[in-house]
């Protein structure tokens, strides 16, 4: 598996299974999304999240793939120190807006600014015409965030500084792209980086909300960690996709291809959580998915 994935590197057979896991990483990332809505605060839930994927992911970090190079372990410090800053923003985003509004706020800086460092870190270019797909996508996120914007009733009075986290978030969002594509590209095994990621990056949440969590009764704590459970393992396909396909492909392309997680988003929220779904977030979606098109087929 791991001589397969690196013999795919630089080649064309390689961004195209690229292609395909970055749209595995924005269904799974919009389930991760999903799963974060409801009766539990996103500090609780993240918290949840983390304890399980520390768990599964340690002893395969331990037992099972190659030990970390030395020079991955600095590496690894950057990822905690990121990722908890990304953590952080971002509950702090869902906490004080509305999800509709705040999730394709942070969706849409993200790609822009991916787009932006890969061509600084890694001398990747896009195209005039990705260039366009990246515009007719940003805004097809940007404009359902207004769409909900204007529709929402929940938060109004803390959606302003809400949004100008979400915008920090989906900053922060880039960061970690590009920074966990250059460390999954700096081990010889993708998969020894993916399981110690998971080992580090579930470290400090849990800690976070432990007194919350002790407080809760039984009948609140036992769905939470069901919910956690279940959303480390989706964890650990939206994540590791993504950054199994900035090894193997573009990183632009994978952090662009990846925010169509907002059409799944919303159709999820139509489908499952009952939400409705009108003509204009129709079209804005469709914007979104063209856009996702267009970069693909002018590279």
């Keep these: ?154 938060a109004r009075d803390t959606l302003v500084p809400a949004l100008g986290m979400a915008v920090l978030t989906g900053a922060f969002v880039a960061i970690y792209t590009t920074y966990d594509a250059y460390g999954i590209r700096a081990t010889a095994d993708p998969f020894t980086f993916l399981a110690w990621f998971f080992v580090v990056d579930g470290m400090v949440m849990p800690f976070v909300v432990a007194r919350r969590m002790a407080r809760l009764p039984s009948s609140d704590l036992v769905p939470l960690l069901k919910k956690g459970f279940l959303g480390a393992l989706v964890a650990y396909v939206s994540f590791g996709a993504i950054m199994l396909a900035t090894r193997v492909g573009h990183v632009g392309e994978a952090a662009v291809l990846r925010e169509t997680s907002t059409v799944f988003a919303a159709a999820i929220g139509w489908l499952v959580l009952g939400e409705s779904t009108g003509p204009r977030r129709v079209a804005l979606m469709t914007m979104i998915a063209a856009g996702a098109v267009i970069v693909k087929l002018a590279g």
Aim: proline residues 5%; glycine residues 12%; neutral net charge.
């Design 1 to 154: 598996m791991v001589d397969w994935l690196i013999g795919l590197e630089g080649t064309d057979a390689g961004r195209q299974v690229a292609v395909g896991l970055a749209l595995l990483a924005a269904l799974a990332h919009a389930f991760f999304g999903a799963l974060q809505k409801g009766r539990f605060d996103p500090w609780l839930m993240r918290g949840a999240i983390d304890i399980f994927y520390f768990l599964m992911a340690l002893p395969f970090a331990l037992f099972v793939v190659p030990w970390p190079e030395p020079h991955m372990w600095p590496i690894f410090a950057g990822v905690f120190v990121i990722h908890t800053l990304y953590k952080f923003l971002q509950a702090a985003a869902y906490t004080r807006g509305a999800y509709t509004v705040v999730y394709p706020v942070v969706r849409g800086t993200g790609p822009l600014f991916a787009v932006i460092g890969s061509g600084l870190v890694f001398g990747e270019h896009f195209t005039a015409g990705q260039w366009t797909g990246v515009a007719v996508l940003c805004s097809g996120i940007f404009g359902l965030a207004l769409y909900n914007y204007r529709h929402v009733t929940v």
